[in-house]
């Protein structure tokens, strides 16, 4: 990568991300803290307004939007090979919203880039056999509850478990992971005063709320699935006998 794309690439993460460490940067570039200094150092001159916070990182003045660059070919390429992807693992509610994205993308693109990106959606497909169609979602929650995710609301669900005994929760997202070949919704119980993960396609009926989370100190997504890995490792060292 050249040093104007990863100029450019610094704007889009910082405009992505609220606030980033040095070490963050120099990571994801694949450059040492030394030059992603110079960087931000280029950046500030020619008006683009970083400003750096103690013990927070590097963020944009609030207010400031880059608008976005042209997609290069490659990118618009990668977009398209996953677009598979989100048909074979997303539910209906993310595949609409994925498809009504890709053709906006489509509308900024030249029209050789438009043909090019055409050319390889025409030549990339998933195949699912009929044995595994019952594993392909079937609902429409996981907007709804990425929603509930980033504005911090609680859920009211209809779950039915393993023993098919239907229950009525209040539940507080705190993210979605995919997992076994299911999406499953990690959140604060509140019927059960503590965390749970629920299988998507066990949630019977999903009504969200405008009511704001009761409990202030959540666990994040990352911290549950290290908590859960270090369970399923210290388990796989003890075998029940």
């Avoid at 959140?187 to 005063?193: E, F, I, R, T, Y």
């Avoid at 990352?222 to 908590?227: G, I, S």
């Amino acid at each position: 990568m050249n040093r104007i794309d990863r100029l450019m690439g610094i704007v889009t993460h910082l405009q992505a991300k609220k606030y980033l460490s040095l070490e963050q940067i120099s990571t994801h570039f694949g450059v040492s803290g030394r030059t992603v200094f110079r960087d931000l150092k280029a950046l500030s001159e020619i008006g683009i307004p970083v400003c750096f916070e103690p013990e927070k990182g590097y963020t944009l003045v609030q207010g400031f939007f880059l608008p976005p660059v042209s997609l290069t070919v490659e990118e618009a390429n990668a977009l398209t090979l996953a677009e598979p992807l989100v048909l074979r693992f997303a539910d209906k509610s993310v595949q609409q919203h994925y498809g009504t994205a890709l053709a906006k993308i489509k509308m900024v693109l030249g029209r050789m880039q438009r043909e090019k990106m055409e050319t390889v959606q025409a030549g990339t497909a998933h195949f699912v056999p009929d044995h595994y169609a019952h594993l392909m979602p079937a609902t429409e929650y996981l907007i709804p509850l990425q929603n509930a995710v980033s504005n911090k609301n609680i859920v009211r669900i209809e779950y039915l478990n393993q023993r098919d005994e239907l229950s009525r929760r209040e539940v507080e997202p705190i993210g979605l992971t995919f997992y076994s070949l299911n999406w499953h919704l990690i959140a604060w119980c509140h019927s059960k005063n503590d965390y749970r993960d629920f299988r998507i396609s066990r949630i019977r009926q999903l009504s969200p709320t405008m009511q704001p989370f009761r409990k202030t100190n959540h666990l994040a997504l990352h911290e549950y699935l290290q908590k859960m890995q270090q369970e399923i490792f210290q388990n796989s060292q003890h075998p029940l006998t």
